[in-house]
């Protein structure tokens, strides 16, 4: 039988299309077979995916979702790890808006240094190919929440790459170029914008595209819109670099709206009849988080329609006001739970 002290895990292997909602005791008694590996790769998987499609549909609170993702400081799996990110990434850009966003940080850093003491930078003859995507994410993401170290030793490695002392292993490029612009300065964009130049594959552009939105700094920000509709950039390229600039903070996200309603003609004319005007607006509208913002977006393509990306719009608008009570029904907890930790 089943006792007090048991753990009891409900669909096994993720094999029923359904969420599972634990009660409060249920819930904690998973978290020690969490940070025992006793559980497999799909349950590990399934869990941190459930608990966060219930905070984000007010069915569970982002605070259990934080408890459960503190359970995961010795997982290996990258599959599990790619999800974890991408879960956490959204809470984040949540936080961005909040008094407290640098508490979160913290937790963050915690979160992925033991797998980034694990892994190093350098790679070993016993690394796996999903080994070495797992080296680069979690490098990338306990930079981005501050791990000191981490950006450290990326600004060497970054300087080293540029001034031909060392060549960048591929896998390790975008992350170190990532970290290294958003703990640069302007220099740090030139030489980027130098790499881009001298590259001979759009692979390798693509690859400076998409983390030339990393800065937080305005005058770097507006430099990088503005590189992105030069003739430097292919017209379907464009879009790229808007993301990378949507995805860093309320300042970027802002900013990135600020300029596309001012080069809506030359946007609407570039792209007129073309898919990829629906991935520019969309990531143009992408990540607010207030009732208000909402409102600007259906008031500006209610006065500049763009049929084809009618839908992104209204997306993201829902998603804007979703975000909004999400951010009201959990904040308080939130606060709470982060300076505990």
């Given amino acids: 039988g089943v006792g007090p002290d048991d753990w009891i895990l409900m669909n096994p292997g993720c094999v029923g299309y359904y969420r599972v909602s634990y009660s409060a005791d249920l819930f904690s008694l998973l978290l020690p077979a969490l940070r025992d590996g006793v559980l497999s790769a799909s349950d590990r998987l ?35 790890w790619e999800s974890l990110v991408a879960n956490l990434s ?18 963050a850093v915690k979160l992925f240094t033991p797998t980034v003491v694990r892994l190093g930078w350098n790679s070993k003859d016993t690394d796996s190919t999903l080994d070495t995507m797992l ?11 501050g791990g000191p170290d981490t950006i450290a030793e990326a600004q060497k490695r970054f300087q080293e790459h540029v001034s031909g002392e060392t060549t960048l292993p591929t ?12 703990n640069g300065d302007e220099n740090t964009f030139d030489q980027l914008i130098k790499l881009h130049d001298a590259a001979d594959s759009n692979e390798q552009k693509v690859r400076i595209y998409s983390i030339l939105g990393a800065s937080n700094t305005e005058s770097i920000i507006q430099r990088c819109l503005d590189f992105a509709l030069s ?8 879009q790229t670099i808007f993301l990378s600039v949507a995805l860093t903070s309320p300042k970027s996200r802002e900013m990135l709206w600020k300029f596309m309603k001012e080069k809506w003609s030359v946007l609407d004319e570039r792209y007129k009849g073309n898919f990829t005007v629906i991935a520019i607006v969309t990531h143009c509208t992408t990540g607010f988080v207030t009732e208000e913002k909402a409102r600007e977006m259906e008031q500006f393509f209610k ?22 009570k999400w951010l009201q029904r959990d904040e308080a907890a939130i606060r709470e739970w982060l300076a505990a930790q």
């Avoid at 869990?47 to 934080?66: P, R, Y």
């Avoid at 080296?135 to 929440?145: D, F, I, N, P």
């Avoid at 896998?171 to 958003?182: F, H, M």
């Fill in 46 to 80: 399934g869990l941190q995916n459930d608990a966060f499609a219930l905070a984000k549909a007010g069915m569970g609170s982002i605070v259990d979702v934080l408890r459960l993702f503190a359970s995961y400081t010795q997982e290996t799996n990258y599959t599990v």
């Fill in 171 to 182: 896998d390790l490029q975008s992350t170190v170029y990532s970290i290294a612009l958003a």
């Fill in 90 to 107: 959204s809470i984040n850009r949540l936080l961005q808006y909040t008094d407290f966003h640098d508490s979160f940080k913290k937790f």
């Fill in 303 to 324: 006065e500049h329609p763009c049929p084809i990306a009618e839908r992104s719009i209204k997306q993201n608008c829902e998603a804007a006001r979703l975000r909004a």
């Fill in 231 to 238: 003739e430097k950039v292919r017209p379907q390229d464009t």
């Fill in 135 to 145: 080296r680069s994410l979690v490098l990338g993401q306990h930079a981005k929440y």
